[in-house]
C-alpha cells in the first residue's frame, strides 16, 4: 500500500512540475491533494492535476479494511440425510470482515471550462477478496468435527460410531451433507472444525460516474467535491475452505448482506471530498 501511494506521488508530482513549460491557463500547471470520506469506498487521499481546462487526473488509496460484523447462520441438512450427531448446534455464529481498501486512477472530464458537473471513469486495483467469513467460537468446534466425519463418509450406512462416542446417523448413498446455510451455498467445515468462507472479485475494477466540484480548486484553495457511480467487479465468486464452493440453490435468509455481496456484480460508490490546491 505505502508503494503504491508513493508510486502515485512521484508520478502526479513529476508531471505537474514539468508541465510548468505550458502557458495555457489550467493545462498541467497546478496540483492538490485532498481526502474524503465514502460508501463502499471508505477513507481516501488522492493527488490531482488538470491536463486540459476540461480534463483532470485524479490518484489516489482508499481506505476500508477489516470492518468486521458477526451472524449466526443455520445448521441444516441437504439431500435424505436423516442424521444424529451428538451435541450439534442448531446455529453457528460466523465472524466477517469487509475489505475493500484499493488504489485509484481516475479521470474527470468538464463539459465547460468553467463546469464543475463532471463525468468520471477510470479504474480501482485491489485485493480480490473482499469478504472473509469463519468461525470462531471454540464451542463449536467439537460438534463440526463430527459434521465433517458425517459429510465425508461414503456408502450405506447406519448409527456408524464417531470418534466422540456417539452415532452419526443413517446415510442413504453418501451424498446426503450437513452444514450452515448462507444464501445459496452449504458451508462444510474441514476435519479441524474450521469454517472459512471467501468472496472473491476481479482485482481491476473499472469505474464511471459524475460528480459535482473539481479535482484542483479553480477560484479558491480549498474547495468540495460530491462524487457518486459503480465500481464494476465482475461475478463475485465463493471459496470454502480453500475451494470454489459450488451453489446449490438453497437460498438461505441468515444473512442478507453476505447473500447480496455473493450476487451483485458492481459496487455503488458515493462519496464527499475536500481539495487543496498547493500550487
Known amino acids: 500500500m505505502k508503494k503504491t501511494i508513493l508510486l502515485l506521488a512521484v508520478l502526479l508530482t513529476t508531471l505537474g512540475a514539468n508541465a510548468q513549460r505550458y502557458n495555457d491557463s489550467w ?16 477513507a481516501s487521499i488522492e493527488m490531482a492535476l488538470p491536463v486540459t481546462p476540461y480534463l483532470a487526473v485524479r490518484g489516489g488509496y482508499n ?16 439431500g435424505s440425510a436423516n442424521h444424529y450427531i451428538p451435541n450439534i448446534p442448531s446455529k453457528v455464529e460466523l465472524e466477517s470482515k469487509l475489505k475493500l481498501s484499493a488504489a485509484h486512477v481516475l479521470v474527470d472530464f468538464y463539459p465547460s471550462k468553467n463546469s464543475s458537473f463532471h463525468f468520471t471513469g477510470g479504474a ?26 458425517f459429510n465425508n463418509r461414503t456408502g450405506n ?13 443413517v446415510m442413504v448413498n453418501g451424498t446426503e451433507k ?18 472459512d468462507v471467501r468472496i472473491k472479485v476481479q482485482k481491476l475494477r473499472p469505474y464511471v460516474g459524475l460528480g459535482f466540484g473539481r479535482a484542483v480548486p479553480m477560484k479558491h484553495r480549498v474547495a468540495c467535491a460530491f462524487d457518486m457511480g459503480v465500481m464494476i467487479w465482475g461475478k463475485p465468486e465463493v471459496y470454502l475452505n480453500g475451494k470454489k464452493a459450488t451453489d446449490i440453490g438453497l437460498d438461505g435468509k441468515d444473512d442478507n448482506f453476505l447473500k447480496s455481496v455473493s450476487k451483485v456484480n458492481v459496487g455503488p ?8 490546491r498547493i500550487f
Open 157 to 169: 450406512y447406519e448409527f456408524v460410531p464417531d470418534d466422540l462416542g456417539g452415532s452419526v446417523g
Open 63 to 78: 481506505f476500508m479494511n477489516n470492518l468486521k460484523g458477526s451472524n449466526k447462520y443455520n445448521m441444516v441438512e441437504h
Open 178 to 195: 450437513v452444514g450452515l446455510e448462507m444464501g445459496d451455498y452449504l458451508l462444510e467445515p474441514d476435519k479441524n472444525g474450521q469454517i
Open 124 to 149: 480501482y486495483l485491489g485485493s480480490d477478496n473482499i469478504v472473509r467469513a469463519y468461525n470462531k467460537g471454540k464451542e463449536d468446534i467439537a460438534a463440526l468435527k463430527s459434521v465433517y466425519e
Open 27 to 42: 493545462m498541467l500547471n497546478h496540483f492538490s491533494v485532498g481526502a474524503g470520506l465514502g460508501i463502499i469506498n471508505g
Open 269 to 276: 460508490i458515493i462519496s464527499f471530498r475536500v481539495s487543496g
